[in-house]
Structure formats: C-alpha cells, structure tokens
C-alpha cells in the first residue's frame, strides 16, 4: 500500500516525514511536528465515510474513548496513534461504567445509521444496512439475522434445513427477547481487537459499525471473542445501568449477528457456532 502523502497532509495540516507500513491496509504515519496518526485504505465504496461517522457519533457521547479523527478521503481514513499498555483491572471497570453511558446516549432509532454516516456500510468486510425500524426483535431478525443467514445458505456454508434453526428462533424472538429497552448507541463490532488499552488507562474503542441496536448485543461481542478482565468491564456497567433479569441468558440470541457475519467471511466453523447458539437459545 502506498500511502497518499498529499491526503495526510491535507487531513492534518502537516507534512509526512515518515511511514511504517503494517498489515491489514494500515500504515502508521509519523508528521512533521512529531505526531503520528494511522492511516487506513479501504475500498469498499463508503467504507471510510461510515467509519469516520461511527467514531465521532461514539466521541459525542462524551464517555468512552476514540482516536481523534482527523478525517477520510477517497477511501483513506486518517486517526490519531494510540499508544497502548496491558490490559488492568481499574481500566476494565472504567471501561465498563464509560460504555454504559454510551449506550444510554441512545439513538434515533434501531437501525439509525450515525449523522453523515451512510445507510449501507459495512461490519468487517461485510455490507451492513442501517435501515431503521421501531421494534427490535422485528429489526434485528429482519436487518441482522436473517440477510446474513441467506448469504451463508446461498454460499452453502450452511444448509436450508440447518437455517430454519435459526429462523425458528426468529419468529420467537418477540418472546426471547426480553424486556423492551430504547435504542442504544453501539459501537457495534465490540471484539476485544476492537478494544485499544491506552496508555494513560483509559479504553480507546476503534473499527466501529455504529447504528442504534440493544446494548446486549455489544456485551453479547465482549464475551464472544473474549475480552480481558470481562467481568470486571461488565462489573462496571452494571454499577451505571444494570441488565434487565435474564440477560445472561439472552447472550446467544446477540451473539447470532456476529457469528453469521463471521459464517459468511470465514465459513463453516462460525456457521456451526452459530447453530449451537441458537439451538441453545430455543432450549433456554
């Protein structure tokens, strides 16, 4: 990859005086004053523009932390460099009360894409749509479950027998869904890689694919792929804004829209998980 300087700089007002390439489309990019941001190439059309949109949707919410934005042109993304450290027990906790208040944000509605944020944008490599909708356990088999599940069958990565599994859980989901909560403000790819422990103790979240949804389902990512010190983070949002009764229960039901995004980019052994989610759910 090589890094339009000419777009740094306009971004930053800075000259480039040095570049790092790294892996994944990503480049650390050190400026002429000493600063070094991180530059990120996508292709994807929008991909740039939704990205930059979620971070400063998340950064309005005034709790937790992202990279300053610097901004986004023909497909570069421009953030500033966070400096990490190891993951403690005091970050975890604070972590967890900041995320609860920006859930508790809110948002437009489920399914609202973030201001200046594009209807059609992506979660990883995979288009996601923002589109909205008023009940959640409608919008979430209609927008999360259900197109993903259709992709994994068209590509046989799942079979027509194995995906009215999950399509049985979806008609439940008015029943399995708990209690109803308004629209929260997620960062929406809430994995532990999207998690950034800084330097000065407090969690930057980078990669969002914000939208308004149910503040279980970024939990629901936290404990899919592991996050440090969990119970603790989740020690921390409970003291801010407990969960309804039943929420551990509930886990599967919002970890069904990341493993089927994960079925669709990565195959089968997601869309196995996925099927055990979701058998559990229904057994539950």
């Known amino acids: 990859m090589t890094v339009r300087s000419d777009v740094v700089a306009r971004l930053t007002g800075r000259a480039v005086s040095e570049e790092r390439q790294l892996s994944g489309g990503l480049a650390e990019i050190a400026l002429d004053d000493g600063r070094v941001v991180v530059v990120k190439r996508s292709d994807a059309p929008g991909a740039a523009r939704a990205e930059a949109a979620g971070l400063r949707w998340l950064a309005a919410a005034g709790s937790v932390r992202v990279p300053v934005v610097h901004g986004h042109e023909d497909g570069w993304l421009v ?153 603790r983070v989740l020690g921390g949002y409970q003291e801010v804004a407990p969960l309804a009764d039943g929420w551990a229960r509930r886990v599967g039901v919002h970890q069904l829209f990341p493993l089927l995004v994960h079925a669709v980019l990565f195959g089968r052994g997601y869309a196995e998980q996925a099927l055990t989610a979701a058998r559990t759910a229904l057994e539950g």
């Open 79 to 231: 953030i500033d460099l966070v400096p990490q450290r190891r993951p403690d027990p005091a970050a975890a906790v604070r972590f967890g009360r900041d995320l609860a208040a920006l859930h508790a944000a809110g948002a437009p509605a489920f399914g609202a894409a973030p201001p200046d944020g594009p209807v059609d944008a992506y979660i990883g490599l995979a288009p996601m749509r923002n589109e909205p909708g008023g009940d959640w356990p409608r919008w979430y088999a209609g927008q999360r479950v259900l197109p993903y599940l259709r992709r994994a069958v068209d590509q046989g990565t799942l079979s027509s027998r194995e995906a009215a599994v999950v399509e049985r859980l979806c008609e439940r989901l008015p029943e399995l869904a708990g209690p109803a909560e308004p629209p929260a403000r997620l960062h929406g790819d809430l994995w532990s890689g999207n998690v950034l422990w800084a330097a000065d103790g407090q969690v930057r979240l980078i990669d969002p694919a914000a939208h308004g949804g149910h503040r279980e389902t970024d939990l629901a990512m936290l404990r899919l792929f592991g996050c440090p010190h969990l119970e």
